[in-house]
């Protein structure tokens, strides 16, 4: 080897002087940043930039921090089994209009029992299986209620008739009642007692509504309590 070539120079990393590097010029050494030459050096120490072979680890255990870990992809595969699982097991848009049904109907219970107080008569209610007619008075002839502006309310006249099939209720389609017995009148007296269409005494009655399952509505008897 040529000694003339022989550069005596110790070699420091430091990560701090990115840039900085090293180059051979005449029998001498001189320290380079940016391309231009600062000084010659010859014997000297000199620290340049070593950088590190692999990017730094991240707290999540990844590299560069970016990607995701073997873990956290399986951890999201099992999240997304599970929620399949229960939308195929139980469908919760079937629930919601179940539940908005049972509401609708309880809500139109307790506005003829509301009907019967105002007016001091008996009004009532009839249901079938596709839904339901509201009567004003009871008394005599059966008068049909008003539509108090309910959007399922079908009858061209007008009238307070609900028709779960019926296309302006399609929020409701598929929508059964279940009574026993089946047409079922429940009326209310000027109290908002619960009697039949002829005004005697009711017990407990209880109005089924059925779409992917059931839910119970109750009238107690005596105070009419609406319960779902």
Do not use: W
């Not at 730094?56 to 099992?78: A, D, H, Q, W, Y």
């Not at 079937?94 to 609708?104: E, P, V, W």
């Not at 539509?147 to 929020?171: L, M, W």
């Not at 209880?206 to 009419?224: F, K, L, M, R």
């Amino acid at each position: 080897m040529d000694n003339e070539n022989v550069i005596p120079a110790f070699i420091v990393c430091h990560s701090s002087l990115s840039g900085i590097v090293l180059k051979k010029d005449a029998g001498q050494a001189s320290m380079t940043k940016g391309g231009f030459s600062d000084k010659s050096y010859s014997g000297k120490l000199f620290t340049i930039h070593c950088p590190p072979p692999h990017p730094p680890l991240s707290k999540g255990g990844r590299r560069g921090g970016s990607g995701f870990t073997l873990i956290e992809t399986i951890m999201v595969m099992v999240i997304i089994a599970i929620l399949a699982a229960v939308v195929i097991i139980r469908n919760p848009f079937g629930d919601i209009k179940l539940y908005s049904a049972t509401r609708k109907v309880a809500a139109d219970i307790r506005y003829v029992q509301k009907l019967s107080i105002s007016n001091q008569t008996r009004a009532g209610i009839t249901f079938v299986a596709g839904g339901y007619s509201v009567y004003r008075d009871m008394t005599g002839p059966y008068l049909p209620a008003t539509s108090p502006g309910d959007p399922c309310s079908t009858d061209p006249s007008n009238y307070f008739v609900v028709d779960f099939n019926d296309s302006r209720c399609s929020n409701y389609s598929s929508v059964t009642i279940s009574t026993s017995p089946l047409p079922l009148t429940i009326a209310f007296n000027s109290l908002g007692t619960p009697v039949a269409a002829d005004g005697t005494a009711l017990g407990p009655q209880t109005v089924t509504i059925n779409y992917n399952g059931s839910q119970q509505i109750t009238i107690t008897a005596g105070t009419g309590r609406v319960s779902y």
